[in-house]
């Protein structure tokens, strides 16, 4: 009797170790991971002398003057709202465009369905890489180059074959009934969208919006291909853009990574169960 | 019958009519283009298959295409092989797991903007300027400094040393959530029967994580012709052609040499790489589905 108990406090120590050396291996990664994010907020908040001297402690006289001449000097306040501009309408173009085709093939005849979602489905074979292009005379004829509506119907549409798909596969899981109540007391097309599709869609359009939001704010390549004027240019692109324009300001140009990340970390941290969810589905389903 | 169709192409319409116009069409464009030569001024004319034929003899399109070969096997294979072993430790849930877990993911989230500048600024040659130099110094190794994102050796992987850390957070959650539906009565049937943890890991884990493995080694390899974001804000390709990859190669050709004909043909050639992947990809899903429902 009194065998098996130390061998089972044997057992449990030795399991407890275990888990204290995976903690602390774990420890030391997230550490070594975080390490550049931690240097560029310290560094942010040097002042350039300091930075010089000082190039990888903690600020030892912490100050914002450098967050301070980004908006004065470096126009980042344009560049902020343009990111807001362009994000903002896109998505939720995105979002009521996917809900509006999932409800439609929802309605729609079994043969035209898989037809039409196999159209949609066909576009990830297109990366924006393979249209560049053609995409930049198209959009150029048409007076969209540095055009806020030119980026954002770039977005919506490059966006819309993940979106339907995604938003499609919560749609075909309402089951029809309720639909068909809804059609019994009255409601007609519109009404059974909104009233009832798009609530119990939710979750699967807050995938969407997650994973669209994220991929349109960090956009680069669509960006300088569209938004060829600095002044039009969303935070991201401008950040890198000007590089040349910071010299040997190294914590100012710290301080605009600092401001480009700094919505997005935090969103992720509020949201983090949501955002993870969000951007696995929709890097895995496409 | 016809009153439910008519609503079904109202719903539906918006959606396809954007995504026709500002995806397909211009992707039927490309293929149009590739047959001409245009410099985005003059009137395009059709030179036929000359576009291509000048790709295929040309060295930049072949280190490319070679240069994302090495992104797969450098990039994707690392990153995947890094986020498993994290998802391994976290799966034995030591204390503060969770807070590993939100850690490790955030530079996954980052645009390239902040992270390419971040680690162009880690690898500047500078001692003063670049943190990994200053640490080499620091610690008596000057002679293994480099201009790393300058030098045509070290080029490409230094930008594949930065998209590992930012990359590996993607496969480590995956890896979590495939590891969370393994059943524990398995684990606990294999222990009974006397097995160690090493034994656990290598005879039940793993082979049950095989499917995710290769769902994430082909994602990425999809993946790999697309990566432009990288190595434009690091590298440009530079220097020369040594840290180019086709997206570049696209976009560089359209945009800065303005041989949109030539940039369209170097994207058919992407989308092919591309399209061929996808299309092995979705037959093997398809094969994996059917067995589920046996």
């Keep these: 009797m009194t065998e098996t108990a130390t061998h089972r406090r044997a057992a449990r120590t030795r399991r407890l170790t275990g888990t204290i050396i995976i903690a602390a291996v774990l420890g030391i990664v997230s550490l070594a991971t975080v390490l550049p994010l931690v240097w560029m907020v310290f560094t942010s908040l040097k002042s350039p002398a300091e930075y010089l001297g000082n190039s990888w402690g903690l600020p030892l006289n912490p100050q914002w003057s450098s967050y301070v001449t980004l908006f004065t000097d470096k126009n980042f306040g344009r560049y902020f709202l343009n990111s807001l501009l362009v994000t903002v309408p896109s998505v939720a173009a995105i979002l009521l465009l996917a809900a509006m085709a999932s409800y439609g093939l929802v309605v729609s005849g079994v043969r035209s369905r898989g037809r039409i979602l196999m159209y949609f489905v066909l576009g990830q074979m297109v990366p924006v890489t393979a249209i560049i292009a053609p995409l930049y005379v198209m959009l150029r004829s048409m007076g969209l180059i540095n055009n806020y509506l030119g980026l954002i119907l770039t977005n919506i549409a490059g966006a819309m074959s993940l979106a339907v798909f995604l938003t499609y596969g919560f749609f075909r899981a309402i089951p029809r009934e309720i639909a068909d109540a809804a059609a019994i007391d009255g409601a007609g097309h519109w009404q059974t969208f909104w009233r009832i599709y798009v609530p119990l869609g939710a979750p699967g359009l807050a995938t969407v919006a997650i994973f669209e939001s994220l991929a349109i704010w960090n956009e680069i390549l669509v960006v300088i291909l569209i938004m060829q004027r600095n002044d039009l240019q969303t935070i991201n692109v401008a950040v890198f853009q000007a590089v040349g324009e910071y010299g040997t300001d190294v914590p100012a140009l710290f301080a605009g990574l600092t401001v480009a990340a700094l919505p997005v970390i935090i969103t992720y941290l509020i949201f983090t169960r949501q955002f993870v969810a969000g951007l696995t589905a929709g890097a895995t389903k496409g | ?294």
């Design chain 2, 1 to 294: 019958m016809s009153r439910r169709r008519w609503v079904s192409t109202v719903f539906l319409a918006p959606a396809l009519l954007i995504y026709t116009l500002l995806h397909i069409a211009p992707f039927l464009g490309t293929i149009a283009l590739s047959l001409f030569q245009y410099n985005g001024l003059t009137k395009p004319a059709p030179v036929g298959l000359a576009n291509y034929t000048s790709m295929l003899a040309s060295d930049a399109f072949w280190q490319a295409l070679a240069n994302n070969l090495v992104w797969f096997f450098g990039e994707v294979v690392v990153a995947t092989l890094v986020g498993l072993g994290l998802a391994l430790l976290i799966n034995a849930r030591p204390r503060l797991a969770t807070l590993f877990r939100t850690t490790l993911f955030i530079p996954y989230i980052l645009s390239w903007a902040v992270a390419g500048m971040l680690w162009s600024r880690i690898l500047n040659p500078a001692p003063t300027y670049g943190m990994l130099n200053a640490f080499l110094h620091a610690v008596g190794l000057e002679s293994w400094a480099m201009n790393w994102l300058g030098d045509a050796r070290t080029a490409l992987p230094s930008v594949i040393l930065a998209a590992i850390w930012k990359g590996f957070g993607f496969s480590m959650i995956i890896f979590l959530a495939g590891l969370q539906g393994i059943p524990a009565e398995l684990v606990e049937a294999a222990r009974i029967d006397g097995a160690g943890s090493t034994k656990v890991l290598w005879h039940v884990t793993l082979p049950l994580l095989r499917p995710i493995t290769s769902i994430v080694i082909v994602l990425g390899l999809i993946g790999t012709f697309k990566v432009f974001d990288p190595v434009w804000v690091m590298t440009q390709g530079g220097p020369g052609n040594a840290s180019s990859l086709l997206a570049i190669l696209v976009f560089r050709e359209g945009m800065n040499n303005f041989q949109l004909g030539y940039s369209a043909a170097l994207s058919v050639a992407l989308f092919v790489c591309t399209a061929v992947v996808m299309a092995l990809y979705w037959r093997f899903l398809g094969r994996s589905r059917v067995v589920e429902d046996d």
